[in-house]
């Protein structure tokens, strides 16, 4: 990991009408990136589909454990 990946960004989206911010290091905007790219979406439309179902979890840890399922998978698959 770069220094520069450890980097926290906060990114403004719009979820189901509501402009929201999220905070996540570099290196998960970049994996982000490339969930919604192997699912076909946008990076907004991924995000709403994880605020819907993350409960009462925050919705940056929320991010974060998907994505960790999302790289288990693949290492699974390899």
């Known amino acids: 990991m770069t220094p520069a990946s450890g980097r ?4 403004s989206l ?3 009408g509501h402009s929201t911010s999220i905070s996540l290091e570099e290196a998960f905007w970049d994996a982000l990136k490339e969930l919604a790219r192997a699912r076909g979406s946008s990076v907004a439309a991924l995000v709403a589909e994880i605020d819907a179902e ?3 979890a925050n919705l940056s840890s929320a991010l974060r454990v998907r994505l960790l ?3 288990r998978e693949k290492a699974a698959r390899a």
Do not use: C, S, T
């Open 8 to 11: 926290m960004r906060k990114h």
């Open 14 to 16: 719009v979820i189901a």
């Open 54 to 56: 993350r409960g009462e």
């Open 69 to 71: 399922e999302f790289y």
